[in-house]
């Protein structure tokens, strides 16, 4: 969307009515208006506090509510920038739903693209249009320029359709491994997808070749078989169950099974015990597809 009448003026409004609007002017070629003001004369829906930027007088998205509120209400693929990415404008899948712009950050729907990456992979981004992760540098910019919620939509290996949603939804930086920092409540009805994402609140992400899940016996991105915040626990990665009846569990000693995850949903299509992809509620292993998306909570 392209705005031909922004100069070099003092063309930012307070929406809350206070004074002191300063405008960031660059010349001719656009200006940008501070967090929490908008450009006089736009009619696009802008989130009040998002922050907005013009350079060259073209349009700059900082997430796929953004690219909803300009009245693109089409699923695809937009071009969006979060406030403070040091980068160029990257592109982001979008699922609009309702109202609702949602930015996908993991996608799963076959076994055409490996997801047992290591570190740099899952901080970068990797896949293609089907299957990916977008990246957890990006993913960090994204969760901090504002509050936003997560909703997980699996689809089982017997054709079941089940979602949970999450109030709040945040991670760190790389200093802290990416750590998931917020998870909120869990919001959608019962016999969804379960609440087991919420032992990874609090948790460091790892890979097969960054370690940072805690536990003392192995690695469990590698026993995993991919990228996650990895929990440990005192009856969990430590402790040796006798039965390999649950997908979670796979056998590290003799007849010693264990768990470092139960929402696995980087796992292999098809792996093994503990290896595959599963979300650990009435046990289902190997979904169909998976997806993992954010939007701004308010």
């Not at 937009?78 to 982001?92: L, Q």
Request: aromatic share 14%; net charge negative.
């Amino acid at each position: 969307m392209i705005y031909g009448t922004c100069t070099c003026q003092a063309t930012c409004e307070d929406p809350n009515g206070q004074s002191g609007c300063n405008s960031d002017c660059l010349g001719t070629e656009g200006c940008t208006c501070p967090a929490g003001f908008l450009m006089q004369g736009v009619t696009a829906s802008v989130r009040v506090n998002a922050g907005v930027s013009w350079q060259r007088s073209t349009w700059l998205y900082q997430d796929c509510q953004d690219v909803y509120d300009a009245g693109n209400t089409q699923d695809g693929v937009y071009s969006i920038m979060p406030t403070g990415w040091p980068g160029s404008p990257f592109n982001v899948h979008c699922r609009m739903h309702g109202d609702e712009g949602w930015t996908v950050f993991q996608r799963r729907t076959d076994d055409g693209t490996s997801f047992y990456q290591d570190w740099d992979a899952y901080k970068d981004g990797f896949g293609n249009n089907v299957n990916f992760w977008l990246g957890n540098e990006k993913l960090y910019y994204l969760t901090n320029q504002d509050d936003y919620k997560l909703r997980l939509d699996i689809t089982t290996s017997d054709g079941t359709s089940l979602y949970s949603e999450y109030t709040e939804f945040q991670i760190e930086s790389e200093d802290t491994n990416y750590k998931m920092n917020k998870l909120g409540n869990r919001t959608s009805p019962s016999g969804s997808a379960g609440n087991y994402l919420y032992y990874s609140k609090g948790k460091q992400f790892s890979t097969y070749d960054r370690d940072n899940d805690a536990c003392e016996h192995f690695n469990c991105a590698e026993k995993h078989r991919s990228g996650w915040w990895h929990i440990n626990y005192s009856y969990g990665c430590s402790s040796c169950y006798r039965s390999d009846s649950r997908c979670s569990r796979f056998q590290y000693n003799g007849n010693c099974h264990s768990v470092c995850t139960y929402d696995n949903l980087n796992g292999d299509y098809n792996g093994g015990n503990g290896q595959n992809i599963f979300s650990y509620y009435n046990n289902y292993c190997n979904p169909q597809t998976v997806e993992m998306k954010i939007r701004p909570s308010s």
